[in-house]
T-cell receptor
Framework: GAGVSQTPSNKVTEKGKYVELRCDPI?????LYWYRQSLGQGPEFLIY????????DSGLPNDRFFAVRPEGSVSTLKIQRTERGDSAVYLC?????????????FGPGTRLLVL | GENVEQHPSTLSVQEGDSAVIKCTYS??????FPWYKQELGKRPQLIID?????GEKKDQRIAVTLNKTAKHFSLHITETQPEDSAVYFC??????????FGTGTRLTIIP
């Protein structure tokens, strides 16, 4: 079946602009995660959804970052007043979240460049 | 919170030899330890995982060992092949919650 998909694959914006990044999880996966990966680093946790609600948003760096998952499927990560330091690859992952079925399947990421 | 350290940061091995990557973690509550392989410009892909009720797991040329007492786990790749060249990440987590990743190991297989 289809894996996790993310759009756009690349996004170039100017400092101060607003961006939205979209994630389509694997069908039926109730858990959805956002991570951020800087060059040469491992993915860094941002936020985790269980269904429609944010179960853990402790990784969001500040209040410019916000994410939603209104129908428990597609999620959107929103970044206001972008800064050059926000440049990174934003990865989305989903998981069945059923007992020991906790493997997180990653999407291809959105490469964000803030000029 | 959880802290995961990974060593070495780079590793070069001759084709056919074995490669070992080691990770330590800090949170004794972590009970799930996956390993991901990431090729340049691609998504991280799970290659093997282990849960805290198991000490070792093997899948063909790949094996993972876990020592909960010492809070460390290792990835072993035997009979390495050129297609094994990639960046490998260990992670720790559990309970279907967030994963904390190591900083990665760039593995290069020399033909």
């Amino acid at each position: 079946g289809a894996g996790v998909s993310q759009t756009p694959s690349n996004k170039v914006t100017e400092k101060g602009k607003y961006v939205e990044l979209r994630c389509d999880p694997i069908s039926g996966h109730t858990a959805l995660y956002w991570y951020r990966q800087s060059l040469g680093q491992g993915p860094e946790f941002l936020i985790y959804f269980q269904g429609t609600g944010a179960a853990d948003d402790s990784g969001l760096p500040n209040d410019r970052f916000f994410a939603v998952r209104p129908e428990g499927s597609v999620s959107t990560l929103k970044i206001q007043r972008t800064e050059r330091g926000d440049s990174a690859v934003y990865l989305c992952a989903s998981s069945p979240n059923k007992g020991t079925q906790e493997t997180q399947y990653f999407g291809p990421g959105t490469r964000l460049l803030v000029l | 919170g959880e802290n995961v350290e990974q060593h070495p940061s780079t590793l070069s091995v001759q084709e056919g030899d074995s490669a070992v990557i080691k990770c330590t973690y800090s949170d004794s509550a972590s009970n799930y330890f996956p390993w991901y392989k990431q090729e340049l410009g691609k998504r991280p892909q799970l290659i093997i995982d282990i849960r805290s009720n198991v000490g070792e797991k093997k899948d063909q040329r790949i094996a993972v060992t876990l020592n909960k007492t010492a809070k460390h786990f290792s990835l072993h790749i035997t009979e390495t092949q050129p297609e094994d060249s990639a960046v490998y990440f260990c992670a720790a987590g559990g309970g279907n919650e967030k994963l904390t990743f190591g900083t990665g190991t760039r593995l290069t297989i020399i033909p």
